[in-house]
């Protein structure tokens, strides 16, 4: 791979044709939004001159439909995720648009407090019905995500794990961290099931989606070249590093080396893999344990945006299908969260109504249980249509019996 | 291992046409595509051949044109299934191969073409007494009044009238008829209103841009049942609401169908034993990714979708299977200076040969894998936009290569 796949070197790729504006959820759901081709790769032509701010760069949402919908590989929600960057250099990001985009920063601090993910979530309930996310920018509808009591850093050490030569190392994320440790714990019993021992790295960051898509870029930098260094040490080992979590495996893999364009994080991507995509590749090998009990139920299966973009195929539905589910694909699009961008308060609405397609699917409720690979996918879905999704690897884990 | 039954390379209309039904003949069809293919871009209009009678005129092609190979059952098969699948997703197409129906371009002159959105079918046109042509305030590159002056050429003795709409559409950026009719899905009460204004008759006609609506008929159906006087779509630039109407009907057809369609998902080689393909391998940003089945269908489009690509000249090549690629050679017979005359452009011709199965041949006319058909845009032998045959090409072989 060459730096072809840097963003900057796309843009020109562009002929105008008009197939990611007919993709464009974002520009479905409200007028106002210029649209990827005007603001990506058009726009971008401008070479970031400092002056030419486009006002309406702040709507696009980076579920990178428009890149997946680009016929000559243009990188167009990464270049305007560059602007968005550029843009904030000269311009003060808000209270809000500083929590939303350091939750790593803000889990950190709850843990330091003794109960303080209890104070934290108590905090959040009277936050919202005080009404004060509301007057700082966020959704006041939404439920911030609450914080588990233990990390799962900090609990993983009490995990009984059998000692094995093959290791993969879990990179959590934060809202596998933070947020929802059962779906990290799930990982553990699967990996352990397939005879590998699952590590964790404490020195990883954040993968920083969350930083690149409110314009902390700078930050987003330093984030990458320590995760994409301890990458590379476990690669050095022969330990490849594993997420359940699409978004951080898509930064992980893809938009490091679209972002900043630099070899080691090509090289670093090597050694990343989606969960399940790991798993298909221990079933292609043969090596899969496929002595589970049989899982006679039937899933409706949201594919996350940042799944589809990094071209694995439905590594999740293969594999729950081969156990004997039955796995149907929503085909309602974006969820409408993608990421932080429905947290903010001015998002909200076009958030939801992204979403609509996919609650009005999931009320149908011809299914036992939605699946989503993707943390925010779920919150989304659950806000959205009141129905609770889980990963597919809780599905995984509890056919291991 | 997953393995399908088919695997579909291409998500453009060959690419839809073929999946659709080679689901519908029950097998299991995984649909790989990079870039949404070129149906937003389209007209929505299917091509088959330009002739006052298409299906006697396929009988006379050359032998190497694709419907040689194809066959006129095929054709005709194809065309029907065409619009089974499009009526399944409640959007309504009307054509037969013995005959071309005239549509109104944004440009306000008529096309012909075989297979139309019933929303564009400008058949009575010419029985009608006054044509209103009615643009919409904010939208751009739709101008009512060139339409109508383009329109009397063809129509000297009718009465035209040309009106301007405010649907309220404008707000933050230019609007396009994609985006008008995003508005207008569940608000087309304020059109109908508006083109109730004119007070046109039964006998009358209305021509509107194409903005009733992104999926099947509903949008349509809401106006046209509040006016009296007979409603036609136009062409329009892209993005184009019929295209996307046709590619939304087609993934609705799929997605029941149980077809599971595989984005961004870019082919760069095969996998084969002998003449057998057993797998495709799909490159992501990181590694690589086999994807197996019993059949393949090469949906990939000609040059301008790199299904065919040409880095130095007078070697065109097919970059997945490196299949023989025929061309007219030497730069004296490449093209065609005069860009509108009437002759064809010889570059176009480029493309792969196939036997009757569509399976695809070298020069000697031996048969390269048995279980990979070749069908759209990358079939070679013939200037398909010159002879307008492109849609046809596209759905005839694509159901011919599917059903096999």
């Known amino acids: 791979?060459?730096?072809?796949?840097?963003?900057?070197?796309?843009?020109?790729?562009?002929?105008?044709?008009?197939?990611?504006?007919?993709?464009?959820?974002?520009m479905a759901a409200i007028k106002d939004y210029r649209g990827p081709k005007l603001v990506g790769p058009a726009h971008g032509r401008m070479h970031f001159s400092q002056e030419d701010v486009e006002a309406t760069l702040e709507f696009c949402s980076n579920c990178k439909s428009c890149d997946r919908a680009c016929p000559s590989g243009v990188a167009v929600s990464t270049l305007n995720m560059l602007k968005r960057a550029e843009f904030y250099k000269t311009h003060p990001h808000t209270q809000a648009e500083d929590m939303i985009a350091h939750g790593e920063r803000a889990g950190k601090m709850v843990r330091k407090i003794p109960f303080g993910a209890t104070f934290a979530n108590i905090g959040m309930s009277i936050g919202k019905a005080l009404n004060i996310f509301d007057k700082l920018g966020l959704a006041g509808e939404r439920n911030m995500p609450a914080y588990a009591s233990d990390p799962f850093k900090e609990f993983f050490p009490r995990i009984k794990q059998t000692a094995a030569d093959k290791k993969v190392v879990l990179f959590t994320g934060c809202y596998i961290n933070d947020n929802e440790p059962h779906v990290g714990e799930a990982f553990v019993k699967v990996m352990n099931a397939n005879g590998y021992e699952v590590l964790i790295d404490k020195e990883f960051n954040c993968c920083g989606s969350p930083l690149v898509v409110t314009g902390y870029l700078d930050e987003a930098k330093q984030h990458a070249d320590n995760n994409a260094a301890r990458i590379l040490e476990w690669k050095k080992k022969n330990i490849p590093v594993v997420t359940p979590c699409t978004s951080c495996s898509l930064m992980l893999k893809e938009e490091y080396h679209e972002l900043f364009g630099e070899e080691k994080f090509h090289e670093a991507a090597q050694n990343v893999f989606d969960a399940f995509e790991f798993l298909e590749i221990l079933q292609e090998r043969g090596e899969f344990n496929d002595n589970l009990k049989p899982i006679n139920q039937k899933f409706l299966y949201h594919v996350p945006c940042h799944l589809k973009s990094q071209a694995i195929g439905l590594p999740a539905a293969n594999i729950l299908e081969e156990a004997g589910a039955k796995v149907q694909t929503a085909d309602a699009g974006c969820c409408g969260i993608s990421g932080n961008y429905g947290f903010r308060k001015d998002k909200y609405e076009i958030s939801m109504k992204i979403g609509a397609k996919l609650f009005e699917r999931v009320k149908k409720k011809d299914f036992d249980k939605v699946i989503s690979d993707c943390g925010t996918c779920r919150m989304q879905i659950h806000h959205g249509s009141g129905i609770k999704p889980c990963h597919p690897i809780e599905i995984l884990a509890a056919a291991y019996g | 291992m997953k393995i399908s039954d088919v695997i579909v390379i291409g998500g453009g209309l060959a690419g839809f046409m073929a999946a659709a039904a080679a689901a519908d003949n029950g097998q299991k069809v995984s649909l790989l595509t990079y870039g949404s293919g070129s149906l937003p871009l389209a007209s929505g209009a299917i091509d088959i051949l330009n002739s006052k009678a298409p299906d006697e005129a396929i009988k006379?092609?050359?032998?190497?044109?694709?419907?040689?190979?194809?066959?006129?059952?095929?054709?005709?098969?194809a065309a029907k299934?065409?619009?089974?699948?499009?009526?399944?997703?409640?959007?309504?197409?009307?054509?037969?191969?013995?005959?071309?129906?005239?549509?109104?371009?944004a440009v306000g002159t008529l096309k012909y073409s075989c297979l139309v959105p019933e929303s564009m079918d400008a058949t009575n046109l010419a029985d009608k007494k006054k044509i209103f042509v009615v643009e919409i305030k904010g939208l751009k590159d739709f101008y009512a009044a060139m339409i109508a002056d383009n329109l009397k050429k063809y129509f000297p003795e009718k009465i035209f009238e040309t009106a301007k709409l405010d649907l309220n559409l404008l707000g933050g950026r230019d609007i396009t008829c994609m985006d008008a009719a995003q508005i207008l899905t569940g608000n087309e009460q304020i059109l109908a209103d508006g083109l109730k204004t004119l007070n046109a008759t039964e006998d009358d006609a209305i021509i509107i841009p194409p903005i009733l609506g992104l999926e099947g008929n509903s949008s349509r159906a809401a106006v046209k049942s509040q006016l009296r006087a007979q409603i036609f779509e136009t062409t329009c630039l892209p993005p184009s609401p019929p295209g996307i109407r046709l590619q939304r009907a087609f993934i609705k057809f799929l997605q029941s169908a149980g077809v599971r369609i595989f984005e961004n998902s870019k082919v760069v080689r095969g996998v084969v034993e002998g003449k057998k393909v057993t797998g495709v391998v799909v490159e992501n940003s990181v590694r690589e990714k086999i994807f197996r089945a019993k059949k393949f269908i090469l949906a990939t489009g000609g040059f301008y979708s790199g299904g065919i690509v040409m880095r130095e000249f007078d070697n065109p090549?097919?970059?997945?299977?490196?299949?023989?690629?025929?061309?007219?050679?030497?730069?004296?017979?490449?093209?065609?200076?005069?860009?509108?005359?009437?002759?064809?452009?010889n570059f176009s011709m480029t493309g792969i040969f196939t036997d009757e199965n569509l399976n695809p041949i070298d020069g000697d006319g031996k048969v390269l894998f048995e279980n990979l058909h070749v069908v759209g845009a990358n079939l070679g032998g013939v200037d398909k936009i010159f002879e307008r045959s492109a849609g046809g090409i596209s759905i005839a072989s694509a159901y011919k290569g599917a059903i096999l």
């Not at chain 1, 791979?1 to 974002?26: E, H, W, Y």
């Not at chain 2, 299934?81 to 371009?105: C, E, M, W």
């Open chain 1, 1 to 26: 791979m060459s730096d072809k796949t840097q963003a900057i070197f796309t843009g020109d790729r562009c002929l105008s044709c008009t197939s990611c504006m007919a993709n464009c959820p974002v």
């Open chain 2, 317 to 345: 090549i097919e970059p997945i299977f490196d299949l023989p690629v025929f061309y007219p050679s030497g730069a004296e017979k490449w093209s065609n200076k005069n860009l509108f005359s009437d002759k064809p452009q």
């Open chain 2, 81 to 105: 299934f065409f619009v089974d699948v499009t009526n399944k997703s409640d959007l309504h197409y009307v054509g037969r191969l013995s005959a071309q129906i005239p549509i109104v371009t």
């Open chain 2, 60 to 77: 006379l092609v050359l032998e190497n044109h694709p419907y040689k190979k194809i066959g006129l059952k095929n054709i005709d098969a």
